[in-house]
T-cell receptor, first 113, second 109 residues
Framework: DTAVSQTPKYLVTQMGNDKSIKCEQN?????MYWYKQDSKKFLKIMFS???????INETVPNRFSPKSPDKAHLNLHINSLELGDSAVYFC????????????FGEGSRLTVL | GQSLEQPSEVTAVEGAIVQINCTYQ??????LSWYQQHDGGAPTFLSY????GLEETGRFSSFLSRSDSYGYLLLQELQMKDSASYFC??????????FGPGTRLSVLP
């Protein structure tokens, strides 16, 4: 049983297209995240939801829109894709009391041509 | 803003001990985590320090000094499989995890 699962694992698409990445966790955690890892491997937080409510929204273009239909799911929709959006997107989850531990999905590698 | 610093690369030989340092400047600091990431894989959790001092988990230990805004990850009896990137991450307000730039460890035979 995969704890945090993301789909799809790979996306290759053209500039200007719209794409979505889905994430599901079966750990019963309250908080979910989206991180972007660029080619230099820098992991940057994008969004965080706690029980379906947005709690962290870093400086991310509004072409990126997260949606949490329930606390087990956090999806990421990206409009009008740009070359600079190419990266690996990781979903993660965590649960209080805080142990400092994030559980990451396997990542979704997005390539924009 | 929130920022963490780590060395970009460290090289060591099998069986050796290596220390990866991390300094941080963050607000709402709760603790410091460490993650390992192999090429093509996802980050995996190694340890967390909320209090000052040393935490030991097998071959890996992690240290935190809140007064110095400093921590380190100590890897002992290095093995080839330890070659990976290692990230420190500050836990801010118990929910905002900000990652350092990562340290690439190469273990040589």
């Amino acid at each position: 049983d995969t704890a945090v699962s993301q789909t799809p694992k790979y996306l290759v698409t053209q500039m200007g297209n719209d794409k979505s990445i889905k994430c599901e966790q079966n750990l019963g955690h309250d908080t979910m995240y989206w991180y972007k890892q660029d080619s230099k491997k820098f992991l940057k937080i994008m969004f965080s939801y706690n029980n379906k409510e947005l709690i962290i929204n870093e400086t991310v273009p509004n072409r990126f829109s997260p949606k949490s239909p329930d606390k087990a799911h956090l999806n990421l929709h990206i409009n009008s894709l740009e070359l600079g959006d190419s990266a690996v997107y990781f979903c993660a989850s965590a649960s209080p009391p805080n142990t400092g531990e994030l559980f990451f999905g396997e990542g979704s590698r997005l390539t924009v041509l | 803003g929130q920022s963490l610093e780590q060395p970009s690369e460290v090289t060591a030989v099998e069986g050796a001990i290596v220390q990866i340092n991390c300094t941080y400047q963050t607000s709402g600091f709760y603790g410091l985590s460490w993650y390992q990431q192999h090429d093509g894989g996802a980050p995996t959790f190694l340890s967390y320090n909320a209090l000052d001092g040393l935490e030991e988990t097998g071959r890996f230990s992690s240290f935190l000094s809140r007064s110095d805004s400093y921590g380190y990850l100590l890897l002992q009896e290095l093995q080839m499989k330890d070659s990976a990137s290692y990230f420190c991450a500050s836990d801010n307000y118990g929910q905002n995890f900000v990652f350092g730039p990562g340290t690439r460890l190469s273990v040589l035979p």
